[in-house]
């Protein structure tokens, strides 16, 4: 589907880069009234479509307000082309996630494993506003975890952009500790961006 076609909407936005984030929030009536079957699983390479439709939408809401829409094209265009997500799915360091409500992908996650550094990041962590409030977040998280030990590893990494208040504050309150800032540069737009980390001790 065309960029111009996807609707816009609040979304909640998690890390690689991070943002805003209109967390677990309860305004789900809907939702919780019908009670949908929930379920993680690991992506498959027809869910690329899913994942590059939620990755616009929820840079439009979290990222336009400090990044102009030409600079996120740019970098979208680059990293979130089917062909760079197809890339992505069969690069053997990469792990993915998505969230089904019912019969809709709610969300997804984006993890890599980086040897050259001994780390397991969660690179991109996305999930629409509908959604929102029902443990998905950290369900992701949850997964993120069970795959770096797998690599022998004891805690789990992200980045959130420094204009992101509400994120740094959500991944706080979730046990993440931020030691490192950088630049992130995304078209001509470059922000300050910070790397945190998470111990994983199975009680977040």
């Known amino acids: 589907m065309p960029i111009g076609q996807w609707k816009r ?20 009536d809907e939702i919780e009234r019908n009670q949908p079957t929930r379920k993680v699983r690991p992506w498959a390479e027809d869910d690329l479509v899913s994942v590059q439709e939620i990755t616009w939408l929820t840079w439009l809401d979290a990222y336009s307000s400090f990044i102009r829409v ?5 970098y979208f265009d680059e990293h979130y082309s089917l062909r760079a997500l197809s890339e992505l799915f069969h690069d053997k360091r990469v792990d993915g996630f998505v969230a089904k409500v019912g019969n809709d992908i709610a969300g997804y996650e984006k993890n890599m ?92």
């Open 113 to 204: 494993f980086r040897g050259d550094e001994g780390r397991y990041y969660v690179s991109s962590l996305y999930i629409l506003p509908r959604f929102q409030g029902l443990r998905l977040g950290r369900d992701f998280l949850t997964c993120a975890e069970g795959k770096a030990l797998e690599h022998g590893l004891d805690r789990i990494w992200l980045g959130v952009m420094v204009e992101n208040k509400l994120a740094l504050t959500w991944y706080k309150k979730h046990g993440f500790e931020f030691v490192e800032e950088l630049p992130f540069t995304m078209g001509k737009a470059t922000v300050s961006h910070v790397i945190g980390y998470r111990l994983i001790h199975g009680d977040n």
């Open 70 to 74: 030409e600079d996120l094209k740019v």
């Open 9 to 28: 909407q609040r979304s909640f936005v998690g890390s690689g880069p991070a943002s805003k984030q209109k967390v677990f929030t309860t305004k789900h």
